[in-house]
């Protein structure tokens, strides 16, 4: 059966940050993800999944300035000084609050760069970060992003990820895949998530077009649930969405499937 974690940054936004791992608990998730843990002390995250008897699934490596615009340092020719101070800090933190999974955001491309330049940096930076993470017990994801929410952002397409994971060839690097990104950029999702399979790590859903529940739109979700239980996978299924009313008001798709 699969396995849903609540998005802390997008779901329970009705109540603050600290207060969305009670909320989660008490509608029925058993895992949380979110974007960024960093503006708080990671002791006090930990604090707050034990005490909700929640697993963490993933975070996000620091992203650059995300107040300017910033997505991510992962294939920024240049910015690989500030890259490696992103996995030692996403590494400091998982080792406390005790995910597996870190998300390696590759950024946006700005004038200057080429697509091979950011295909060379996004290997090198995986491949130096990629023992680290491995020392830790840690691996490290990467997601193509739909262009129409994050325009220019360099990883797009699942095939291109993977091209990146097997250049890099380390068993603690793998995919991070998001069915509403999918959809948006390429479609035939059931088919391109088995193609891909062996190498995922992480899904992600919401509806499409608007990244609402995924019960709204043009997605059976409801096939796609039961695919990924025909085929085995047994990771995490986030729910990166923006609840359309509330969140709870909601989640009626969800206890449907857990009840």
């Known amino acids: 059966m699969?396995?849903?974690?609540?998005?802390l940054s997008m779901m329970f936004n009705e109540v603050d940050f600290l207060d969305r791992f009670d909320a989660a608990q008490m509608a029925g998730f058993d895992g949380v993800e979110f974007l960024f843990p960093y503006e708080h002390e990671a002791v006090e995250i930990r604090a707050k999944l034990e005490a909700a008897g929640l697993t963490q699934a993933l975070f996000n490596l620091p992203p650059g300035d995300w107040t300017k615009g910033e997505r991510g340092l992962g294939a920024m020719p240049g910015r690989e000084e500030e890259f490696d101070a992103a996995i030692d800090t996403a590494l400091a933190y998982a080792e406390v609050i005790g995910n597996e999974l870190l998300h390696v955001m590759s950024g946006i491309m700005t004038d200057?760069?080429?697509?091979?330049?950011?295909?060379?940096?996004?290997v090198s930076n995986l491949k130096r970060a990629a023992p680290k993470a491995a020392a830790a017990g840690k691996t490290l994801i990467i997601e193509p992003i739909n262009t129409r929410d994050i325009p220019g952002y360099f990883l797009n397409y699942q095939e291109q990820a993977?091209?990146?994971?097997?250049?890099v060839g380390a068993e603690n690097v793998g995919l991070q895949f998001d069915f509403y990104h999918c959809q948006i950029m390429q479609g035939d999702t059931a088919k391109t998530f088995e193609k891909h399979l062996d190498i995922i790590r992480h899904v992600q859903i919401a509806g499409v077009?608007?990244?609402?529940?995924p019960n709204i739109g043009e997605v059976n979700y409801p096939y796609l649930f039961e695919t990924m239980d025909r085929l085995g996978y047994d990771g995490w299924v986030?729910?990166?969405?923006?609840?359309?009313?509330?969140?709870?008001?909601?989640?009626?798709?969800?206890?449907?499937?857990?009840?």
Do not use: Q, S
């Open 2 to 7: 699969v396995k849903f974690a609540a998005n």
């Open 112 to 122: 200057g760069m080429t697509p091979e330049a950011c295909t060379d940096t996004l």
């Open 209 to 213: 077009p608007d990244r609402h529940e």
């Open 238 to 259: 986030g729910c990166e969405y923006r609840p359309k009313a509330g969140t709870v008001e909601g989640l009626g798709w969800f206890k449907a499937l857990t009840r």
């Open 162 to 167: 993977r091209t990146i994971i097997e250049a």
